[in-house]
């Protein structure tokens, strides 16, 4: 059955594997598989991933304090990008990447991992960032544009004071 609750720091989350249940399936080259789950898993709801689907969520035992979620770019055996798997309610990277790969196969390769502040998954949330791979996504501390726009328009004040200085 699906455990559903109130919003957990505001994110509306539906559980469909509590932790401990198995979860199975059949991979696309027609596998069976079953895995038993580390972490409560399930999706959020009015969100959309990569596959049109929810975005799948993993929920530790700290859902209602912990401040800060880890999102992994999930990839297919090749290497391209799969979807986004939200790991949230765990107070380390280290405890979130746990309830993750022991809820898979052994030697299931972790994807590129984001840490994020609740606020900011919101955030991806809502603008459909979670539907492409968030690892690859520029970040400012990378000379960020800000640095380049600033140094450009100090550049420019002589010119154009010169210019009004000629008229």
Known sequence: GHLSGDAVQGLNITIENPK??????????????????????????????????HVDIFVGPDAATAPTVWVVDQ??????????????????????????????????KVGPVTALSVDELKAALADGRLKKPLATAPKNEEGGSADVSSVAGQKHLPDRASAIGAL
């Open 75 to 108: 990839t297919n055996p090749d290497g391209s990008y799969d979807e986004a798997k939200i790991l949230f309610g765990f107070n380390t990277e280290a405890e979130a990447l746990a309830a993750y790969k022991g809820s898979y196969d052994a030697g299931w």
């Open 20 to 53: 401990g249940s198995v979860r199975s399936g059949t991979s696309p080259d027609g596998r069976a598989w079953s895995n038993t789950m580390a972490a409560h898993y399930g999706y959020v709801k009015r969100s959309e991933a990569a596959d049109g689907d």
